[in-house]
Each structure stands twice: as C-alpha cells, then as structure tokens.
C-alpha cells in the first residue's frame, strides 16, 4: 500500500522507533517542513515491514525508485525464493552471484574472521532445523543438529570471482546482513535523486539521510526489549546520515507448548541454539548499513565483554548502543551525548567501562 503523506504530516517530527513501525510525534513548531515536499510508502519485504520516507522535489520518483531496489534485492536474496541467486547456489553447492550479492557475502566472510565465528551466514541448516525458514518450528534432534554443526563454518565457503562454492551439506543465509545492505543502497539512490532528506525504517532498522528537513537531527527511539509492544524506549539516539540497526531476541521467535521455553532466530554457531550470552538489545550506529546490520547480529551473539573489545579493536567506524540482561545500558563514548535514556547508562570507552 503507498501512503502519500498530506500537509497535516508533514507538521509532524519523526520519532523513529528502532523495532516496528515508524511512531510519529506532534510537534508545533516544524512548519519549515511543509516547505519540502514529502512521499512516503510503506512496503512488506525481506518478511518484514518497511517504511520509506523521502523529502525533496523529487521525492516520488525516489520513492518509487527506493521500492523497485527492496523488491529487486528481496528477489535476490530470499530463500523463500527458489529462484534466487541464494537458493541456486543452496541448491546447487555452487552459483554464480550478482556484485551486490558478492558483496554482502565478502563482507559476511570478513565478520566471520573479525568476530571468530560469531557472524556465521552458514547457518541456515541450523535456521531449517528450527523451523525459522519455513515456520514449522520445533527443537531440533539432537543428532540432526550435531550433523548440521559439523558442516558449518564460512571458513569452508569460498567467493572467488563471483562464483560461490560451498561444500556438502552448507547453505547460507543472508538474512543477517541484507537489511542493512538494502538500507545503505537506498541512501544512495536518495542522492540519486536530489533529496534533502529521507529515512528508511526496514523492519525496525533504522537509515536516515541528512537530517530532518528543517536542519535538526533525527530522533531514533529504540525498543524496551522488555517490552516490545509498548512506546517505551530504551533510549533515544539523536542523529543524521547513519543507521541504526538492532537485534534482539523478541524480534523473531517460537514457545516450544511442552515446555513453555522460548526460541529466538539469532543462533550462536558454536552451540546451534538461539544465542544466549546476556545481551537483551544490540543497537549497531554506522554510517554504513550492511556493516551495522552484520554487527548488530554478531555483538547479540559474542555478548557484553566480547561486544566491548570488538568495538575497541575495530570500533573507528561504529558505535554501540546494548542492554544487558539486567536491564542496564551501555554506550560507546563517541555517541554518549547524544543518546538520553530511562535507565542506568554505562558509557564505554578505549580504557574502561564508566
Ligand atoms: P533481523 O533480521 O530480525 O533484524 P538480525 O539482523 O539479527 O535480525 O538477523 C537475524 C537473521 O540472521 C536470522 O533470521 C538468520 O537469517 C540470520 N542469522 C541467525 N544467526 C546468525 C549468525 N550467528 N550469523 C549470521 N546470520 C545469522
Ligand atoms: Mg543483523
């Protein structure tokens, strides 16, 4: 369905949620903004729903444009999809890839060595133990999961040319990254268009390009993991030109009905169980997307203490927003004044955790 915004929206200042739908907030005093011209759509892709805004003359065509490059992307990818590039190479063991879909699996395979294994697209035999691809959901037997640990690995997949080989037994998924792919793709064909500004919501992740149309920054709200239906954030980000992507475990999962347990979708590649090591919320801030996207699922596996000494080894062009299982939240030093939150923050920098 496309919504077109009218003048009474175009009063309203965007507060961003970093999960869900995008909620908008009145503010009286934003009467610059009617000035720009404003389109917006909301899409369903990728199994999510996404929420496209875009300010400037051209902002229809960009729009537009910014729709066809989601479902382009989406028909590439999916591996709902039989015929996408990632089901043929499932398929086959092999395929030859489009640039874009090289890229995202050349930037998985560097996340994979950067994060020792914690980023790991060679999950998805493990996803389809689980139930997640086809949402037959159910604890995997334990021999079955064994088998399925023992093939995985991206160390075994290779990229060479554009050409994807993976052993016996493999499959990958790109579910982890290609959000924030497709976030980064539609800042630059905001560009393309001339904008002034635009926003992107995919599923809760979060891109914005430049600021607000009247100069201010964007406010990005980011989801309470602890209650996840609710309008309570566990901060709120100030910000322009940069995503914010977020994993946590209430964004996808099942209850097991004979035991009353939870299951999420973000698996740690060592156990083959959905990760457990004390994160509630990771909140990736990048500049760039499809890095933030691969992030946001590796800190939500590696948890607190590896999360913080990733971002000091690697950290000059991200920053980190995460809550722990005891509701406490930390911030990487160079985001700090700009995040306000509810809750005890802990500001993390290169020589301790204040
Ligand atoms: P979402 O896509 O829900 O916003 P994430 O970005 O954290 O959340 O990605 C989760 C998806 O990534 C899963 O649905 C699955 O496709 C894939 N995935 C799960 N575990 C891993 C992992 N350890 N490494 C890489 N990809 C993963
Ligand atoms: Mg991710």
Known sequence: MRLRLGAAALCMALLLTGCGAAAQESSPDTGTESEVPSASTDIFAM?????VTCYGERCEEAVEAAENEIRRLDDLLSVGNADSEISVVNRDGTGTVSEDTAEMVAEALSLYDTTGGAFDITVYPLMELWGFTTGAFAVPDAAALADALAASGSDKVTLDGGIVTLPEGQGIDLGGIAKGFTSARLME?????????????????????GTKPDGSLWRCGIQDPNHPDSDSYLGVLSLADKAVITSGAYERYFVDEATGETYH???????????????????????????????STACYVMGLKQSIDYWRSYGSDFDLILMDESGEVYVTEPIAEQFTSDFTVHVISQEGVS
Do not use: R, W
């Not at 199994?47 to 929420?51: E, P």
């Not at 064909?189 to 390009?209: A, M, P």
């Open 47 to 51: 199994d999510t729903y996404m929420t």
């Open 189 to 209: 064909i905001f560009k393309e268009y001339d904008l002034v500004s635009g926003v992107v919501s995919l599923g809760g992740n979060v891109q914005c390009y």
């Open 265 to 295: 979708h973000i698996l740690d590649p060592k156990t083959g169980y959905p990760a457990n090591n004390g994160l509630l919320s990771v909140s990736v801030v990048s500049a760039n997307g499809m890095l933030a996207d691969g992030l």
